[in-house]
């Protein structure tokens, strides 16, 4: 008996109708839960990065999501947007997750972005460095500016001379993004492309 992972409830089987046409998928949250996340699709762009595409919106379900996913640990729940992760990169080459702090990691237990493409099964380019732990939401636009460089590349890092994709789970300012990116244009890569699961 399967139960959804985000309220528990049980799941309703497939009917018979769905697998003969070739649907094999297996539900893995309910249709009350997933109906509760609000599509986006926000496609926009800023100074380093030509297309930012956020999939979601910020609403309270998607709150209660990431406060369940990150900050009480429960990593099954990066199942919940394998298929959308795997839409919005297909055909993608040169994936770069945005990294934790080491410490925070520590603290979670798990990269919280890497595992989204751990479960979507899609291969990724480990090169970034994150110096800082800070959360930029806290920060005033006079702050974000005064910064330090939020990221390094890792010493045996080999950025080449192409479109590079930047994954993470929040767009909010922008300037984690803006500030990986540059730190790839200036390593060679020629573009940067962005893809979040959530735009707040």
């Not at 309910?30 to 699709?41: I, P, R, W, Y």
């Not at 839409?87 to 989204?116: C, D, N, W």
């Not at 636009?141 to 080449?160: S, Y």
């Amino acid at each position: 008996m399967d139960y959804c992972l985000i309220c528990e409830q049980y799941l309703e089987q497939k009917s018979s109708w769905n697998i003969l046409f070739g649907d094999k998928s297996k539900d893995i949250i309910c249709k009350a839960c997933s109906n509760s996340f609000h599509k986006a699709d926000i496609i926009t762009e800023s100074q380093f990065i030509r297309s930012i595409h956020c999939m979601y919106h910020y609403n309270e379900a998607m709150k209660q999501y990431i406060y369940q996913y990150k900050f009480l640990q429960d990593v099954a729940l990066a199942q919940v947007f394998v298929k959308d992760f795997q839409r919005a990169l297909r055909g993608k080459r040169h994936i770069v997750p945005i990294p934790m702090h080491e410490q925070r990691k520590r603290m979670r237990t798990f990269a919280h972005v890497e595992q989204f493409l751990q479960y979507a099964k899609i291969d990724y380019d480990n090169i970034l460095i994150k110096q800082d732990d800070i959360v930029m939401g806290e920060k005033s636009r006079m702050e974000r500016l005064a910064m330090k460089p939020l990221f390094k590349l890792h010493e045996d890092a080999n950025v080449q001379k192409t479109a590079y994709t930047l994954v993470d789970d929040i767009y909010t300012t922008g300037t984690t993004l803006q500030q990986a990116a540059k730190v790839l244009l200036e390593a060679g890569a020629t573009s940067i492309e962005a893809i979040t699961l959530i735009r707040a």
